[in-house]
């Protein structure tokens, strides 16, 4: 369902949502963009939702943007001219204002990990700072605190937010975590549970959609990841092009190899719980497994560490689920439909975390 | 003397700090300082990994030239497998990925740069030049009444067809992790090919209309903007897109856009030398001896109580000089630009050559890149409108094209119809036990290094330098560039609009860099809408 089928459903609860919120406060739903450690990959992304694009998006969600870094251009109001802001506070004014002032927070998003350790001779917090209040320099976990306190909602958009992503990666020096783990660790309750996009980066549209959720004051219903089931309950496996290859035990030795499929190469499609191979990306026009090598993994909340890596080797854990190997698989590819099935089934086992030999048991009979 | 800080830099990728100290008589910029505040410590992250782990990880550090920093380590990697080979004082490569592969990246990354380009002609730095006042000109061929129409109908839309070409080749975009050591395993087809002809045919009618618009706004405005932000004079190319398509095959590949150095006040380019590429962490909160080379550099140990230190960045040097990477260093060095220079004063002799200011400046820089959008996309626009210092040109974009000797199609159209449909894109690849090996590449906003050292198949050591790191770093070109710059003294942010020039014709990226901003209000403090 793409942001304006949503939309267009919703109109008259939005209408109403935002009529309530005109009283309270003025008139728009105030969202900030928070940049913590990232690389500004998911507001790239946010410029590439598709049905309706972002700009047509906030038209619709009648939002205010009162601080998005990357896309605050003076000539547009995303939202600052009518939160009341003149061309001189477009720097750090509304973030200020929002994390230490009465300006309004409804929605706050997370970009970017939250990094909690200490560098020698800084504060906690400090391997990211954002901005000057009373002389004194404000790192982004501070905000994070702030804002995620005052705000109605926390989504935390893309791996960095979601689950650590690349910055928590084992080997990384600053102490970045979830923005989950970043509130627990600062004792900061949020009124609403977080919402966890995964991916790197956020599927745009999917992230509108839940915007456009949120905005009308409700949270979708989310896993226990804290996930939206709608875009987190598939297997990108179950959608690749070369999932029928997969079924008959048809492995590729090579990635030139045109037929068969990626597993054994290190596709980390059979591990990955989300909706990339039904939704697509970039408009519809593809996703990792349909014109890239293989899926990566980055939607999985271990990403990029393991089991998600090491990119390039198989996950040896699937077929032991079964007690089946991969070469037993494809040996038995002549047996052909009931081992295809068998092997379906673990995705659904890993899916559902289910009690694994019961369902393989019950599964592929 | 009053201290000036415009934090945070809006409107560029990440976080900077800018201050600067105004000379109250000459109401000039007499010192600036720029600071870089947010540390995540890639190099770190990929230690002991898988070498060909590092891409998908390394793509990451930067999601606006979000293909870029995925290629330079996937062609390090190549490079320490032997499948890369770097001739004639790195002139040249010899590779055995297969042609198709060479051309499917060469596809990818120039629209990753075509898409970023106008981002930043259009959407990032465009408002300093209010690009408002020119949507009369732009809403003679669009449907454009007002900003929120040109970003909804045009820009967002221009960027999109980008992102949609490189999914074509690489899934899904940001992040595309198309390309691995070895290739690009899709081999290219019929139906991919006509789609991203469409993408590219698409862009282009956008860009037919507002290119001249933009240039001929832009050189209306020349002689002012030459004459701010004048950089070192010292450039760097690590040169881009290998062509494969010469006699000599994959065997023998000169860089479409050259490696190679100028340093002033030689304009004569020399070959790159890696060995040169040094850092310097003197005035970066790391403690390291400095200037360290960056082979064989090792992981840094931050340290925020360093005296003297005031920046996440360090200063990379090439043969222990500052220089500037970006468009109008690769520009410079391929010679291109000096022949659109003499093309130019071919018609209006009273017109000087390109650059108009040999050490760089705001007008060059953006000049550069509107340059590499059309000869990266090409143009079917044969209206003679084009204009220099408001002076009918008599030649159209067609004509440009043709005057340098680049295919009217553009360069990226070209690629796709060189491709051999059907074969294979991917070699097959095997980590070395042990080995070191060299990505050089360009990103949009310039040089990108990467080196990896391979111990036991696994990572050993793995140093990046990038661009905006050359250019925004503590005594870097934008440092020195912002010196003289004007400052007015009606107490509003346009008092600052030089400045914000000077400091958003780098296109900067401070992600890549490694930081985020932070401001210290001292004197006096302004926040800027920049």
């Given amino acids: 369902m793409g942001v304006s089928t949503v939309v267009s459903f919703y109109a008259a609860d939005i209408h109403e949502v935002l009529a309530q919120l005109a009283k309270t406060n003025g008139g728009k739903v105030h969202l900030i963009w928070l940049p913590m450690a990232g690389d500004t990959g998911c507001t790239i992304s946010m410029l590439q939702a598709s049905s309706p694009n972002l700009i047509g998006a906030v038209e619709d969600l009648q939002v205010s943007a009162d601080f998005w870094q990357a896309l605050m251009t003076p000539d547009y109001d995303l939202g600052w001219v009518s939160a009341g802001y003149t061309a001189e506070d477009r720097s750090q004014v509304p973030l200020m204002n929002a994390a230490f002032g009465n300006a309004p927070v409804d929605v706050l998003v997370v970009e970017g990990t939250p990094q909690i350790g200490t560098p020698p001779g800084g504060s906690p917090g400090d391997y990211c700072t954002i901005g000057d209040y009373n002389g004194r320099p404000v790192n982004a976990y501070e905000f994070l605190q702030k804002l995620a306190a005052k705000a109605s909602y926390v989504v935390a958009v893309g791996q960095c937010s979601a689950f650590g992503g690349i910055p928590a990666a084992k080997g990384n020096l600053t102490q970045a975590v979830p923005v989950t783990t970043a509130l627990k660790t600062a004792g900061i309750g949020t009124k609403n549970p977080v919402i966890n996009l995964a991916g790197c980066p956020a599927q745009p549209d999917w992230t509108l959609v839940t915007l456009a959720s949120v905005l009308q004051g409700f949270t979708p219903e989310l896993d226990e990841l804290g996930r939206p089931k709608a875009f987190f309950s598939h297997i990108v496996h179950d959608g690749c092009p070369r999932r029928g290859t997969y079924g008959k035990g048809q492995f590729a030795q090579s990635f030139d190899d045109a037929v068969g499929c990626y597993w054994r190469l290190g596709c980390k499609g059979p591990i990955t719980q989300s909706s990339c191979s039904v939704t697509k990306w970039n408009a519809g026009i593809g996703f990792c497994t349909q014109a890239g090598p293989m899926c990566w993994g980055c939607m999985h909340p271990n990403f990029p560490d393991p089991p998600t890596s090491p990119f390039f080797t198989q996950v040896e854990l699937v077929p032991a689920y079964l007690g089946l190997s991969v070469d037993t698989i494809a040996g038995a590819a002549a047996v052909g439909v009931a081992v295809g099935i068998g092997a379906h089934a673990v995705h659904h086992v890993l899916a559902k975390k289910k009690e694994r030999t019961e369902a393989s048991k019950g599964e592929s009979q | ?530």
């Fill in chain 2, 1 to 530: 003397m009053t201290k000036v800080i415009i934090d945070p830099v809006t409107r560029i990728e990440g976080h900077l700090k800018v201050e600067v100290d105004v000379d109250e008589v000459t109401r000039k910029v007499a010192s600036a300082k720029c600071t870089g505040t947010m540390f995540r410590g890639f190099e770190a992250i990929v230690l002991n990994r898988d070498p060909r782990d590092c891409a998908p990880i390394l793509s990451a550090i930067c999601g606006v030239c979000h293909s870029d920093h995925h290629l330079a380590s996937v062609r390090a990697v190549e490079n320490a497998a032997g499948m890369i080979r770097y001739s004639n004082d790195y002139s040249y490569e010899q590779t055995s990925i297969p042609k198709n592969a060479v051309l499917a990246r060469n596809i990818v990354l120039g629209a990753d740069w075509a898409y970023s380009h106008a981002a930043h002609l259009l959407v990032l730095a465009g408002p300093d030049y209010s690009l408002y006042d020119l949507l009369p000109a732009l809403s003679k061929s669009i449907v454009v009444t007002s900003y929120a129409d040109l970003l909804k109908w045009v820009i967002i839309p221009a960027q999109a067809y980008m992102h949609q070409l490189i999914a074509l080749w690489g899934g899904k975009t940001p992040h595309q992790r198309g390309a691995v050591p070895g290739g690009n395993p899709v081999r290219p087809t019929a139906d991919v090919i006509v789609l991203s002809k469409a993408k590219i045919s698409e862009f282009r009618k956008i860009l037919d209309v507002a290119a001249p618009v933009v240039w001929n706004y832009l050189t209306s405005k020349a002689l002012q903007l030459s004459s701010l932000g004048t950089g070192t004079g010292n450039f760097v190319s690590m040169g881009a897109f290998q062509d494969p398509t010469t006699s000599s095959g994959t065997d023998k590949m000169p860089s479409i856009l050259p490696r190679g150095v100028m340093l002033y006040p030689s304009t004569t380019p020399v070959p790159l030398d890696p060995l040169q590429i040094t850092e310097d962490a003197s005035a970066s909160w790391y403690d390291q001896p400095s200037p360290t080379p960056v082979i064989g550099e090792q992981t840094p140990v931050p340290n925020m109580s360093k005296a003297g230190a005031y920046s996440w960045a360090k200063l990379p040097r090439y043969a222990g000089k500052a220089c500037e990477v970006g468009p109008l260093a690769r520009v410079y060095v391929s010679g291109i630009y000096q022949k659109l220079g003499q093309a130019i004063r071919g018609i209006i002799p009273a017109v000087p050559g390109l650059p108009l200011n040999p050490k760089g400046s705001v007008f060059d820089r953006m000049a550069a890149r509107a340059l590499e959008l059309v000869a990266l996309i090409g143009s079917n626009n044969t209206t003679p409108d084009l204009q220099v210092l408001g002076k009918p040109l008599g030649v159209s974009l067609v004509d440009v094209l043709k005057l340098l000797g680049l295919p009217q199609k553009g360069l990226m159209e070209a690629w796709l119809d060189a491709m051999d449909v059907g074969a294979p894109s991917y070699a097959q690849y095997q980590n070395p036990q042990d080995a070191e090996g060299i990505g050089l590449w360009e990103a949009p906003r310039g040089s990108l290094f990467h080196w990896v050292r391979i111990r036991s198949r696994k990572v050993d050591n793995y140093q990046v330098v990038a661009p905006t790191t050359w250019n925004v770093s503590p005594n870097g070109p934008l440092e020195g560039a912002l010196v003289g710059t004007p400052v007015g003294q009606t107490g509003t942010n346009e008092d600052l609009r030089p400045a914000a020039y000077v400091v958003r014709s780098f296109d900067l990226c401070l992600a890549c860099t490694v930081h985020s901003v932070d401001a210290r209000g001292n004197d006096r403090y302004i926040s800027v809408g920049l």
